[in-house]
């Protein structure tokens, strides 16, 4: 079950930050979550492989070759910030 | 002419009754006047100028079924330079550099977009409550939700706004409000349609589907949204059948299989009387009836709810405040950034399902939860398969209840509970349907049929000739 340590962890790994104020209820809320998860532990699944895809296909691949047009001007349109064709970011090395 | 089937439409436009101006003018204008919230974003000028190209096709006569038909597509799929939100502010501001294979199809197909329709938050959700843009009203009764996450879909369908639209099925999303607003979805085989430029929430779950009056209307439609595409890697190369080509197929000898776990408790009475004087029209018209059992079916809910959000938790990562999409003011620096970014753009929901998958799949705990319900789904999956041996199609409720009311569930857990019905077609792969079966207290109750893999025509057949002796689909509110 998840404590206040672990929500911590759960955040950070999940890049998001939780308002002190709602730091209970989200815990709640994640513990009844994984609650439910526990009716799992009633079925014997050994011997039983997991399911990677529906139908059990597998990945379809394709001859390595150049099928995308350079649309970068395109796609950079709708950024936050850009420039000199990068993704503008905080300064991460000073 | 808003109670009109695609079907009547198309040929009232070939008869020239009325142009396809005039009548995307008349949804336009029932939109503008309805309160039901069922649209993100009207397309009101493209939609007039898509009619009046499709006028022009008509008058040369180079129609096809669906040239001039105007419809609202779901806002999870990318349409070039219409805003493309997915429900969540994160988006609000994504105006979609490129057409999703579904919207380009349809476009293709001379269709008319009026908008695009409400919907849960990247799909998560079975009110439509969790829609960064507001909750939708259900056409029946405005203080009830239409469900979710389609909700602004099937409202605009049973509301008489559009003649049909698009949605997505990742755990019921079709079938659980097409069954709350009265109306015909199917959600098709996993891989049936393509997903490119669908705003992924769970990848081995998601499929689109059509949301229409008929069944005859979701063949029409089915027909001009499946097929191959190479830009999605888990699309089928099956062959496209024409999905109207069997509709009027007699049904006599179909084996009906009936999952006893279905019927059992949680199922609201009333619901329950509805869905078995469906089946008993079945049986009247020459259907055999058999009680099936389907063991791990209850472990759907479990299941599902670790597998999807841990391809959520992996899908909505992209999601960073960097490429696209919503980014906070004044980052103090690049964690600062992503921090705030997604926990300001991310609504409660969403941020819940992202933190149970981020957890299910960190170290220690994988096994216990992710390997754990991917080897349950094979369970869920291989019930299915023994059914299918025994019988054509099942059947039994989409919805424990009907529409409840808007704001009813305080948390999370309950609503998912209601999701009983619908989950395991998603979890196994399988097409699925909801078609309105009868009425508790004025509101709409839908029958699920669920078929074999690549089942669609058969699905379909099935609906028709249910709707040939019944007429709760013509039914509007």
């Excluded at chain 2, 049936?192 to 069944?215: E, H, V």
């Excluded at chain 2, 906070?328 to 600062?336: A, I, Q, R, T, V």
Aim: net charge negative; with cysteine; glycine share 8%.
């Amino acid at each position: 079950m998840i404590n206040d340590t672990e929500l911590k962890q759960i955040a950070n790994l999940a890049k998001l930050s939780i308002d002190a104020d709602a730091q209970n209820e989200t815990i709640k809320d994640l513990n009844a979550i994984l609650d439910l998860a526990t009716q799992l532990t009633e079925i014997n699944t050994d011997d039983i492989p997991p399911m990677a895809h529906p139908l059990h296909m597998t990945q379809r691949l394709r001859a390595d070759v150049v099928t995308e047009t350079d649309q970068s001007e395109l796609f950079q349109s709708i950024a936050p910030n850009t420039g000199n064709q990068h993704y503008l970011v905080p300064t991460v090395i000073e | 002419m808003h109670t009109k089937t695609i079907a009547e439409l198309a040929q009232g436009l070939k008869n020239k009754d009325f142009s396809s101006v005039e009548l995307t003018q008349h949804y336009l204008d029932r939109i503008k006047a309805s309160d039901l919230n069922a649209f993100i974003t009207i397309t009101d000028e493209l939609a007039l100028q898509q009619a009046k190209s499709a006028d022009e096709k008509i008058a040369k006569g180079e129609a096809g079924k669906l040239t001039g038909i105007p419809y609202a597509h779901k806002d999870i799929f990318c349409t070039k330079g219409v805003k493309t939100s997915a429900g969540s502010k994160m988006l609000d501001n994504f105006i979609a550099p490129y057409d999703a294979t579904v919207s380009h199809k349809l476009n293709q197909s001379g269709l008319v977009m009026l908008g695009k329709s409400n919907m849960d938050e990247f799909a998560m959700g079975s009110s439509n409550e969790n829609s960064f843009y507001g909750a939708v009203k259900n056409p029946w009764n405005t203080s009830k939700v239409p469900g979710g996450s389609s909700g602004g879909s099937a409202a605009a369908v049973a509301g008489g706004l559009s003649s049909f639209a698009t949605g997505t099925d990742t755990g019921g999303s079709i079938r659980q409000p097409a069954s709350l607003c009265g109306i015909t979805g199917l959600k098709p085989t996993y891989g049936r349609i393509s997903r490119y430029g669908m705003i992924a929430y769970a990848s081995s779950l998601d499929q689109a589907g059509p949301m229409t009056k008929t069944a005859e209307d979701a063949a029409i439609v089915l027909n001009a949204m499946a097929g191959f595409d190479a830009k999605d890697s888990t699309a089928s190369e099956q062959d496209v059948p024409d999905y109207t080509a069997n509709l009027n197929d007699a049904i006599n000898g179909l084996t009906i299989g009936l999952p006893k776990e279905f019927f059992a408790d949680g199922l609201e009475d009333a619901v329950a009387t509805e869905v078995m004087n469906a089946v008993k029209e079945f049986e009247a018209m020459g259907a055999i009836i058999k009680e099936i059992s389907l063991p791990n079916s209850a472990y759907a809910i479990p299941t599902y709810y670790i597998v999807a959000p841990c391809e959520c938790s992996s899908n909505l990562s992209r999601m960073d405040g960097v490429r696209y999409g919503y980014r906070c003011d004044n980052p103090k620096n690049l964690e600062d950034l992503y921090l705030r970014s997604r926990s300001e753009g991310f609504g409660a929901e969403v941020k819940r399902r992202i933190m149970i998958g981020a957890y299910a799949l960190s170290a220690g705990y994988y096994d216990a939860y992710y390997l754990k319900a991917q080897k349950t789904r094979h369970l869920i999956s291989n019930d299915f398969k023994k059914a299918f041996t025994e019988v054509d199609v099942i059947m039994g409720p989409v919805s424990p209840t009907t529409a409840f009311d808007l704001g009813s569930f305080k948390d999370p857990v309950s609503m998912y509970l209601a999701d009983i019905y619908t989950l395991s077609a998603n979890l196994a792969g399988l097409p699925a349907m909801s078609i309105p079966a009868g009425f508790s207290q004025k509101m709409p109750v839908g029958l699920q049929l669920i078929g074999n893999y690549w089942s669609e025509p058969k699905l379909l057949n099935i609906a028709h000739q249910f709707q040939q002796q019944t007429d709760y689909h013509a039914q509007m509110p």
